[in-house]
T-cell receptor
Framework: EAQVTQNPRYLITVTGKKLTVTCSQN?????MSWYRQDPGLGLRQIYY???????DKGDVPEGYKVSRKEKRNFPLILESPSPNQTSLYFCASSLGQMNIQYFGAGTRLSVL | ELKVEQNPLFLSMQEGKNYTIYCNYS?????LYWYRQDPGKSLESLFV?????AVKQEGRLMASLDTKARLSTLHITAAVHDLSATYFC?????????????FGKGTKLSVKP
Protein backbone atom coordinates (compact mmCIF):
# COMPACT_ATOMS: atom_id res chain seq x y z
CA GLU A 1 0.00 0.00 0.00
CA ALA A 2 1.28 3.43 -0.98
CA GLN A 3 1.83 5.50 2.10
CA VAL A 4 3.77 8.10 4.01
CA THR A 5 4.69 6.87 7.47
CA GLN A 6 5.58 9.16 10.33
CA ASN A 7 6.93 8.11 13.69
CA PRO A 8 6.18 8.64 16.44
CA ARG A 9 2.53 9.66 16.25
CA TYR A 10 2.63 11.27 19.69
CA LEU A 11 5.58 12.61 21.61
CA ILE A 12 5.94 14.49 24.86
CA THR A 13 9.39 15.80 25.63
CA VAL A 14 11.18 18.44 27.63
CA THR A 15 12.90 21.60 26.56
CA GLY A 16 16.35 21.03 25.12
CA LYS A 17 16.17 17.28 24.61
CA LYS A 18 17.05 16.49 21.02
CA LEU A 19 14.49 14.53 19.07
CA THR A 20 13.91 13.18 15.58
CA VAL A 21 10.62 12.59 13.84
CA THR A 22 10.99 10.11 11.03
CA CYS A 23 9.18 10.18 7.72
CA SER A 24 9.30 7.47 5.13
CA GLN A 25 7.47 7.00 1.83
CA ASN A 26 7.24 3.92 -0.35
CA UNK A 27 6.15 5.58 -3.59
CA UNK A 28 9.58 6.52 -4.96
CA UNK A 29 8.60 10.19 -4.73
CA UNK A 30 11.19 12.83 -5.39
CA UNK A 31 9.59 15.67 -3.42
CA MET A 32 9.14 15.57 0.34
CA SER A 33 8.12 18.26 2.77
CA TRP A 34 7.51 18.98 6.44
CA TYR A 35 4.72 21.18 7.80
CA ARG A 36 3.51 22.27 11.17
CA GLN A 37 -0.12 22.96 11.89
CA ASP A 38 -1.17 25.36 14.62
CA PRO A 39 -4.66 26.58 15.51
CA GLY A 40 -5.52 29.76 13.67
CA LEU A 41 -2.33 29.63 11.60
CA GLY A 42 -3.08 26.74 9.28
CA LEU A 43 -0.20 24.72 7.87
CA ARG A 44 3.20 26.27 7.43
CA GLN A 45 6.05 24.68 5.55
CA ILE A 46 9.20 24.01 7.54
CA TYR A 47 11.56 22.43 5.00
CA TYR A 48 11.21 20.69 1.70
CA UNK A 49 13.37 18.53 -0.50
CA UNK A 50 13.26 18.25 -4.26
CA UNK A 51 15.42 15.13 -4.30
CA UNK A 52 18.20 13.31 -2.50
CA UNK A 53 20.72 15.71 -0.94
CA UNK A 54 18.63 18.73 -1.99
CA UNK A 55 16.81 20.56 0.79
CA ASP A 56 15.41 24.09 1.11
CA LYS A 57 13.91 26.20 3.82
CA GLY A 58 10.21 26.78 3.91
CA ASP A 59 8.55 29.59 5.82
CA VAL A 60 9.34 28.53 9.38
CA PRO A 61 12.69 26.67 9.39
CA GLU A 62 14.12 28.13 12.61
CA GLY A 63 14.86 25.49 15.21
CA TYR A 64 14.57 22.59 12.78
CA LYS A 65 16.96 20.54 10.67
CA VAL A 66 16.35 17.98 7.97
CA SER A 67 18.36 15.61 5.87
CA ARG A 68 17.64 13.65 2.70
CA LYS A 69 20.26 10.97 2.35
CA GLU A 70 17.91 8.47 0.78
CA LYS A 71 14.95 9.05 -1.46
CA ARG A 72 12.44 7.40 0.83
CA ASN A 73 13.38 9.08 4.13
CA PHE A 74 13.15 12.68 5.27
CA PRO A 75 13.64 12.99 9.03
CA LEU A 76 12.87 16.17 10.94
CA ILE A 77 15.33 16.98 13.70
CA LEU A 78 14.79 19.31 16.61
CA GLU A 79 18.22 19.82 18.15
CA SER A 80 16.98 21.76 21.17
CA PRO A 81 13.20 21.77 21.29
CA SER A 82 11.38 24.65 22.90
CA PRO A 83 7.74 24.99 24.00
CA ASN A 84 6.91 27.09 20.94
CA GLN A 85 7.58 24.01 18.83
CA THR A 86 4.62 22.28 20.39
CA SER A 87 2.51 21.55 17.35
CA LEU A 88 1.05 18.98 14.98
CA TYR A 89 3.58 18.01 12.33
CA PHE A 90 2.88 16.53 8.94
CA CYS A 91 5.22 15.01 6.43
CA ALA A 92 4.19 14.84 2.79
CA SER A 93 5.58 13.52 -0.46
CA SER A 94 4.82 13.83 -4.14
CA LEU A 95 6.18 12.60 -7.42
CA GLY A 96 7.41 16.10 -8.23
CA GLN A 97 6.88 19.50 -6.69
CA MET A 98 3.96 20.18 -9.03
CA ASN A 99 2.08 17.03 -8.17
CA ILE A 100 -0.43 16.34 -5.45
CA GLN A 101 1.05 15.57 -2.07
CA TYR A 102 0.36 12.52 0.03
CA PHE A 103 0.38 13.28 3.71
CA GLY A 104 1.42 11.21 6.66
CA ALA A 105 -0.91 10.73 9.62
CA GLY A 106 0.77 13.45 11.64
CA THR A 107 2.91 13.67 14.76
CA ARG A 108 1.60 15.53 17.75
CA LEU A 109 4.52 16.97 19.68
CA SER A 110 4.38 18.59 23.09
CA VAL A 111 7.48 20.28 24.47
CA LEU A 112 7.27 21.01 28.19
CA GLU B 1 5.84 37.59 0.29
CA LEU B 2 3.04 35.46 -1.03
CA LYS B 3 -0.21 35.59 0.89
CA VAL B 4 -3.03 33.14 0.43
CA GLU B 5 -6.36 34.26 1.82
CA GLN B 6 -9.42 32.13 2.10
CA ASN B 7 -12.94 33.35 2.68
CA PRO B 8 -14.84 32.56 4.69
CA LEU B 9 -12.79 30.91 7.43
CA PHE B 10 -15.88 29.37 8.96
CA LEU B 11 -18.96 28.27 7.10
CA SER B 12 -22.07 26.71 8.51
CA MET B 13 -24.43 25.40 5.86
CA GLN B 14 -27.64 23.53 5.71
CA GLU B 15 -27.82 20.33 3.78
CA GLY B 16 -28.98 20.85 0.23
CA LYS B 17 -27.67 24.40 -0.05
CA ASN B 18 -24.98 25.72 -2.37
CA TYR B 19 -22.02 27.83 -1.41
CA THR B 20 -18.64 29.00 -2.63
CA ILE B 21 -15.31 29.23 -0.86
CA TYR B 22 -12.88 31.81 -2.21
CA CYS B 23 -9.12 31.70 -2.33
CA ASN B 24 -7.16 34.82 -3.25
CA TYR B 25 -3.40 34.86 -3.59
CA SER B 26 -1.08 37.77 -3.90
CA UNK B 27 1.44 36.82 -6.55
CA UNK B 28 1.57 35.11 -9.90
CA UNK B 29 1.11 31.37 -9.88
CA UNK B 30 0.03 28.97 -12.58
CA UNK B 31 -1.11 26.23 -10.28
CA LEU B 32 -3.20 25.85 -7.21
CA TYR B 33 -4.20 22.92 -5.04
CA TRP B 34 -7.19 22.17 -2.86
CA TYR B 35 -6.93 19.82 0.10
CA ARG B 36 -9.43 18.51 2.58
CA GLN B 37 -8.83 17.72 6.25
CA ASP B 38 -11.36 15.86 8.36
CA PRO B 39 -11.33 16.61 12.10
CA GLY B 40 -8.39 14.93 13.78
CA LYS B 41 -7.16 13.48 10.50
CA SER B 42 -4.51 14.09 7.91
CA LEU B 43 -4.94 15.93 4.62
CA GLU B 44 -6.05 14.51 1.33
CA SER B 45 -5.83 16.03 -2.12
CA LEU B 46 -9.00 17.19 -3.83
CA PHE B 47 -7.90 19.10 -6.92
CA VAL B 48 -4.88 20.34 -8.78
CA UNK B 49 -5.55 23.32 -11.05
CA UNK B 50 -2.73 23.77 -13.52
CA UNK B 51 -3.69 26.63 -15.79
CA UNK B 52 -5.84 29.69 -16.15
CA UNK B 53 -9.46 28.75 -16.63
CA ALA B 54 -8.98 25.24 -15.28
CA VAL B 55 -12.09 23.68 -13.83
CA LYS B 56 -12.24 20.37 -12.01
CA GLN B 57 -15.26 18.61 -10.57
CA GLU B 58 -15.61 15.70 -8.21
CA GLY B 59 -19.04 14.87 -6.90
CA ARG B 60 -20.56 17.93 -5.23
CA LEU B 61 -17.33 19.93 -5.37
CA MET B 62 -16.14 22.03 -8.27
CA ALA B 63 -12.94 24.06 -8.29
CA SER B 64 -11.85 26.73 -10.73
CA LEU B 65 -8.81 28.90 -11.26
CA ASP B 66 -8.49 32.42 -12.64
CA THR B 67 -4.79 33.25 -12.67
CA LYS B 68 -5.36 36.78 -13.93
CA ALA B 69 -7.57 37.59 -10.98
CA ARG B 70 -5.40 35.42 -8.70
CA LEU B 71 -8.53 33.72 -7.52
CA SER B 72 -9.70 30.18 -7.10
CA THR B 73 -13.16 29.09 -6.04
CA LEU B 74 -14.40 25.87 -4.52
CA HIS B 75 -18.12 25.54 -5.16
CA ILE B 76 -20.25 23.21 -3.11
CA THR B 77 -23.48 21.99 -4.65
CA ALA B 78 -26.33 20.58 -2.57
CA ALA B 79 -24.18 20.13 0.52
CA VAL B 80 -24.34 16.93 2.54
CA HIS B 81 -23.07 16.24 6.04
CA ASP B 82 -20.14 14.19 4.71
CA LEU B 83 -18.63 17.35 3.28
CA SER B 84 -18.05 18.73 6.77
CA ALA B 85 -14.29 19.27 6.94
CA THR B 86 -11.65 21.97 6.65
CA TYR B 87 -10.66 22.93 3.12
CA PHE B 88 -7.29 24.42 2.27
CA CYS B 89 -6.09 26.09 -0.88
CA UNK B 90 -2.35 25.94 -1.54
CA UNK B 91 -0.15 27.95 -3.86
CA UNK B 92 3.50 27.67 -4.79
CA UNK B 93 5.29 30.47 -2.97
CA UNK B 94 7.62 31.35 -5.78
CA UNK B 95 4.89 31.71 -8.35
CA UNK B 96 6.15 28.68 -10.19
CA UNK B 97 7.28 25.20 -9.43
CA UNK B 98 9.86 25.81 -6.77
CA UNK B 99 8.38 23.68 -4.07
CA UNK B 100 7.77 26.31 -1.39
CA UNK B 101 4.08 25.78 -0.79
CA UNK B 102 1.90 28.31 1.01
CA PHE B 103 -1.36 27.22 2.59
CA GLY B 104 -4.37 29.37 3.20
CA LYS B 105 -5.65 29.26 6.77
CA GLY B 106 -8.42 26.92 5.78
CA THR B 107 -12.20 27.11 5.65
CA LYS B 108 -13.94 25.05 8.28
CA LEU B 109 -17.18 23.82 6.77
CA SER B 110 -19.98 22.46 8.88
CA VAL B 111 -23.01 21.03 7.11
CA LYS B 112 -26.07 20.68 9.29
CA PRO B 113 -29.26 18.76 8.60
Amino acid sequence: EAQVTQNPRYLITVTGKKLTVTCSQNMNHEYMSWYRQDPGLGLRQIYYSMNVEVTDKGDVPEGYKVSRKEKRNFPLILESPSPNQTSLYFCASSLGQMNIQYFGAGTRLSVL
Amino acid sequence: ELKVEQNPLFLSMQEGKNYTIYCNYSTTSDRLYWYRQDPGKSLESLFVLLSNGAVKQEGRLMASLDTKARLSTLHITAAVHDLSATYFCVVDGHGGSQGNLIFGKGTKLSVKP
